[in-house]
């Protein structure tokens, strides 16, 4: 729910400021990083790239000297952040402001004082009670831990020091219009489900959020209870060692014992995936859920922290990194305490990346069009760390067109300035522009010339992926601190990563969902129909709209989801689920009554209601879904090349992406509604011909189209 009370909104096309809507398109630049000799003139190139916003942090460890003091420019001129936004403001530039505490930037320990970093009562701890640290350049450093009541007391000691110099600048009577908390909350990359957090304050809340769950010791009793193991057969019991028969039995005591003796003062998370049936599920998916739910609170203690302080009455946002799906952060959740949540984007151009923006920009894009909120690229990467493989000036390009074109609506040119640590933005540190300037230029200046911030991608097929198939391959990740975003940011899902254990179900449990959406993914692109993926919570809101709903589980499926998508059938919807037919809740609990999968079919519809883990009955079920429902399609030939299209207020198509992520040059066909197409880049003009469009493509390359 946003929280603005200072004439700041954020709505569909970006903010609106003062009734003016003002497009969310920014870019990046560290003051603290640059002579303030230069400020004028690096503001000055930023603006002639097309942009109206700048982008900042305001880092911690570089503006405190000392426990509880602070230079905000009275001796170091390039601290003088006051000055910094006043000449924005007197530039014409909005800014976004992010005052962490976390804020990376490739600063050594984020940005954190390393007083904070080094204070035991601050540091996230391992089940074995160590501090957990991240293997960084220059040097490693133990984590801060989300939930220590030391470090937010910390947090808002800072930002009560920072009101003072920021509150001025605040919109209406400053150019502040948007305030990010924290960045990239993945639990400091540190982010594995048994990495940390064992951090004693971390466990009272753990502690709190099962009491607020199950209300009672008996609720909690029967979700952890475990089945109890049948006695041996005679013929095994004759032949069992006495000793182990013995060890066998003291086993079943204890394990009964300690079912009985649960309670939440005393319970303990835990430490490693050791479940060998369904039934022993529930704790260690609670433990993911807790994860989840401590990155919600510790984000609502530092907006909280940041309005108290006096930085108020302007919408907030945050921002989740790559592999976002692999962590835990739920933009559900998040969207809680935050009004904002955005996605950050640095990738190669390839056909595997073209697939990852596919696949978190149109979750993004959809969560946002049903909010009523921008898509945001709080993170469009221009460039890159030294220590970090090189991203060529291709490679940004094709990855914010490529974004663009799945949904994306908005972005933060990061960085837009170079500086200390960072090689190929568009403008160098004494603001003078690159070659690569010109191509966000170009950019600009057809974002503007479509209103692309006003047109919309129709997606009628959604993928669902529950958030219990997400925390199943979380604790069931099988490569211990190299953590599943590592995964996910090389396109690697549960199949490569994850365990392969049936826990006597008879198949590897998170395996198969996701090859499920895979082959889904593939046949559905080979024939060009829009498709957007759906994470977050089971009462997530972009189900709506949808024409088919494909659901994969595993055999765990929420009541929650479950009455979700039977709403969706009756009112048309055609309902795909599988692999597996759900036999069991989200928490995989049995359940007290089977689900009636027809009621996920309407009685005109023929397509099964159930689908396996088969890539050609994925490929027959798109066939008939596109006869049965008329979805549209923008299939290209040849293979390996993509179209999406993007549509005004009155359906009338306005702008076409063709994208080839591959190596080859390649004349693309494509049949769309329209006479002749001009690239809004390089203005080369094409002509329809019977219908469709011939476009030559060169390799890892998107053309934006304005139809006529």
């Given at each position: 729910?946003?929280?603005?009370?200072?004439?700041?909104?954020?709505?569909?096309?970006?903010?609106?400021?003062?009734?003016?809507?003002?497009?969310?398109?920014?870019?990046?630049?560290?003051?603290?990083?640059?002579?303030?000799?230069?400020?004028?003139?690096?503001?000055?190139?930023?603006?002639?790239?097309?942009?109206?916003?700048?982008?900042?942090?305001?880092?911690?460890?570089?503006?405190?000297?000392?426990?509880?003091?602070?230079?905000?420019?009275?001796?170091?001129?390039?601290?003088?952040?006051?000055?910094?936004?006043?000449?924005?403001?007197?530039?014409?530039?909005?800014?976004?402001?992010?005052?962490?505490?976390?804020?990376?930037?490739?600063?050594?320990?984020?940005?954190?004082?390393?007083?904070?970093?080094?204070?035991?009562?601050?540091?996230?701890?391992?089940?074995?009670?160590?501090?957990?640290?991240?293997?960084?350049?220059?040097?490693?450093?133990?984590?801060?831990?989300?939930?220590?009541?030391?470090?937010?007391?910390?947090?808002?000691?800072?930002?009560?020091?920072?009101?003072?110099?920021?509150?001025?600048?605040?919109?209406?009577?400053?150019?502040?219009v948007l305030l990010q908390v924290d960045n990239e909350g993945a639990l400091y990359f540190r982010d594995g489900a048994y990495d940390q957090d064992y951090h004693p304050d971390a466990i009272?809340?753990?502690?709190?959020?099962?009491?607020?769950?199950?209300?009672?010791?008996?609720?909690?009793?029967?979700?952890?209870?475990?089945?109890?193991?049948?006695?041996?057969?005679?013929?095994?019991?004759?032949?069992?060692?006495?000793?182990?028969?013995?060890?066998?039995?003291?086993?079943?005591?204890?394990?009964?014992?300690?079912?009985?003796?649960?309670?939440?003062?005393?319970?303990?998370?835990?430490?490693?995936?050791?479940?060998?049936?369904?039934?022993?599920?529930?704790?260690?998916?609670d433990w993911s859920e807790f994860h989840e739910h401590l990155l919600e609170v510790a984000m609502g203690r530092f907006a909280k922290a940041l309005s108290d302080a006096g930085i108020d009455?302007?919408?907030?946002?945050?921002?989740?990194?790559?592999?976002?799906?692999?962590?835990?952060?739920?933009?559900?959740?998040?969207?809680?305490?935050?009004?904002?949540?955005?996605?950050?984007?640095?990738?190669?151009?390839?056909?595997?990346?073209?697939?990852?923006?596919?696949?978190?920009?149109?979750?993004?894009?959809?969560?946002?069009?049903?909010?009523?909120?921008?898509?945001?690229?709080?993170?469009?990467?221009?460039?890159?760390?030294?220590?970090?493989?090189?991203?060529?000036?291709?490679?940004?390009?094709?990855?914010?067109?490529?974004?663009?074109?799945?949904?994306?609506?908005?972005?933060?040119?990061?960085?837009?300035?170079?500086?200390?640590?960072?090689?190929?933005?568009?403008?160098?540190?004494?603001?003078?522009?690159?070659?690569?300037?010109?191509?966000?230029?170009?950019?600009?200046?057809?974002?503007?010339?479509?209103?692309?911030?006003?047109?919309?991608?129709?997606?009628?097929?959604?993928?669902?992926?529950?958030?219990?198939?997400?925390?199943?391959?979380?604790?069931?990740?099988?490569?211990?601190?190299?953590?599943?975003?590592?995964?996910?940011?090389?396109?690697?899902?549960?199949?490569?990563?994850?365990?392969?254990?049936?826990?006597?179900?008879?198949?590897?449990?998170?395996?198969?969902?996701?090859?499920?959406?895979?082959?889904?993914?593939?046949?559905?692109?080979?024939?060009?129909?829009?498709?957007?993926?759906?994470?977050?919570?089971?009462?997530?809101?972009?189900?709506?709209?949808?024409?088919?709903?494909?659901?994969?589980?595993?055999?765990?499926?929420?009541?929650?989801?479950?009455?979700?998508?039977?709403?969706?059938?009756?009112?048309?919807?055609?309902?795909?689920?599988?692999?597996?037919?759900?036999?069991?809740?989200?928490?995989?609990?049995?359940?007290?009554?089977?689900?009636?999968?027809?009621?996920?079919?309407?009685?005109?519809?023929?397509?099964?209601?159930?689908?396996?883990?088969?890539?050609?009955?994925?490929?027959?079920?798109?066939?008939?879904?596109?006869?049965?429902l008329g979805l549209p399609a923008f299939a290209c030939d040849p293979d390996g090349v993509f179209a999406t299209l993007h549509e005004d207020a009155s359906g009338a198509p306005r702008v076409?992406?063709?994208?080839?992520?591959?190596?080859?040059?390649?004349?693309?066909?494509?049949?769309?509604?329209?006479?002749?197409?001009?690239?809004?880049?390089?203005?080369?003009?094409?002509?329809?011909?019977?219908?469709?469009?011939?476009?030559?493509?060169?390799?890892?390359?998107?053309?934006?189209?304005?139809?006529?």
């Amino acid at each position: 729910m946003e929280r603005s009370s200072r004439g700041v909104r954020l709505v569909p096309g970006g903010l609106d400021i003062g009734g003016k809507l003002v497009p969310l398109y920014a870019g990046s630049l560290h003051y603290w990083r640059l002579d303030p000799t230069d400020w004028r003139a690096c503001l000055e190139a930023t603006r002639a790239l097309g942009l109206h916003l700048i982008d900042i942090y305001v880092p911690w460890a570089v503006h405190e000297t000392g426990p509880g003091q602070f230079d905000f420019g009275e001796t170091d001129a390039r601290r003088d952040v006051g000055a910094f936004l006043r000449l924005a403001h007197a530039l014409g530039f909005y800014v976004i402001v992010r005052p962490g505490p976390h804020i990376n930037a490739e600063l050594t320990c984020f940005g954190i004082p390393e007083r904070i970093i080094w204070d035991p009562s601050c540091q996230a701890r391992s089940s074995r009670n160590n501090p957990v640290v991240l293997p960084m350049l220059p040097y490693g450093f133990p984590v801060p831990s989300y939930a220590s009541n030391a470090f937010h007391d910390e947090v808002a000691r800072y930002f009560h020091a920072l009101a003072p110099v920021l509150r001025p600048h605040l919109y209406p009577d400053g150019p502040v219009v948007l305030l990010q908390v924290d960045n990239e909350g993945a639990l400091y990359f540190r982010d594995g489900a048994y990495d940390q957090d064992y951090h004693p304050d971390a466990i009272a809340l753990y502690r709190d959020f099962l009491r607020e769950k199950y209300r009672t010791i008996e609720a909690l009793q029967r979700a952890y209870a475990k089945k109890a193991e049948p006695p041996p057969d005679d013929a095994a019991a004759a032949g069992e060692d006495p000793a182990a028969a013995l060890l066998r039995a003291v086993s079943r005591e204890r394990a009964a014992s300690a079912e009985g003796d649960l309670r939440f003062a005393t319970i303990e998370p835990p430490g490693a995936f050791d479940a060998e049936t369904p039934a022993e599920l529930a704790r260690h998916l609670d433990w993911s859920e807790f994860h989840e739910h401590l990155l919600e609170v510790a984000m609502g203690r530092f907006a909280k922290a940041l309005s108290d302080a006096g930085i108020d009455g302007l919408p907030t946002m945050h921002n989740f990194p790559m592999g976002q799906e692999a962590t835990p952060l739920n933009a559900a959740r998040i969207s809680r305490v935050v009004d904002l949540v955005g996605l950050d984007y640095y990738s190669i151009a390839s056909p595997s990346s073209r697939e990852i923006i596919a696949r978190r920009t149109t979750e993004l894009a959809v969560r946002c069009d049903a909010l009523g909120l921008p898509p945001f690229a709080c993170e469009m990467g221009a460039g890159f760390p030294p220590f970090f493989p090189a991203l060529e000036e291709r490679d940004s390009a094709f990855v914010v067109m490529a974004a663009l074109a799945y949904g994306l609506r908005g972005y933060n040119i990061y960085m837009a300035v170079e500086r200390d640590r960072w090689i190929g933005a568009p403008i160098d540190p004494r603001g003078r522009p690159r070659p690569f300037a010109a191509f966000w230029r170009k950019l600009s200046a057809a974002l503007e010339a479509t209103q692309l911030h006003t047109l919309r991608r129709a997606v009628p097929v959604r993928i669902v992926t529950p958030r219990t198939e997400r925390r199943l391959a979380r604790v069931m990740h099988a490569f211990g601190p190299v953590t599943g975003a590592a995964f996910a940011v090389m396109n690697l899902g549960a199949r490569d990563r994850c365990f392969e254990d049936d826990l006597g179900l008879g198949y590897p449990l998170a395996v198969e969902p996701d090859t499920f959406v895979r082959a889904f993914e593939e046949a559905l692109d080979a024939r060009g129909v829009p498709y957007a993926h759906v994470g977050g919570e089971d009462c997530d809101v972009s189900l709506e709209g949808a024409r088919w709903i494909i659901c994969a589980t595993s055999g765990g499926l929420s009541p929650a989801l479950f009455e979700r998508l039977e709403a969706a059938a009756a009112r048309g919807t055609l309902i795909t689920i599988g692999p597996r037919e759900p036999t069991f809740d989200g928490a995989f609990r049995p359940l007290a009554a089977p689900y009636d999968l027809s009621r996920l079919r309407a009685p005109d519809q023929q397509l099964p209601a159930l689908l396996q883990d088969d890539p050609a009955a994925a490929d027959a079920a798109v066939s008939r879904a596109i006869d049965a429902l008329g979805l549209p399609a923008f299939a290209c030939d040849p293979d390996g090349v993509f179209a999406t299209l993007h549509e005004d207020a009155s359906g009338a198509p306005r702008v076409l992406f063709l994208l080839n992520p591959g190596d080859g040059d390649v004349v693309a066909r494509v049949t769309v509604r329209a006479a002749r197409a001009t690239d809004l880049l390089d203005d080369t003009r094409f002509e329809a011909r019977r219908g469709a469009l011939e476009v030559r493509l060169t390799p890892r390359t998107v053309r934006m189209l304005a139809l006529e």
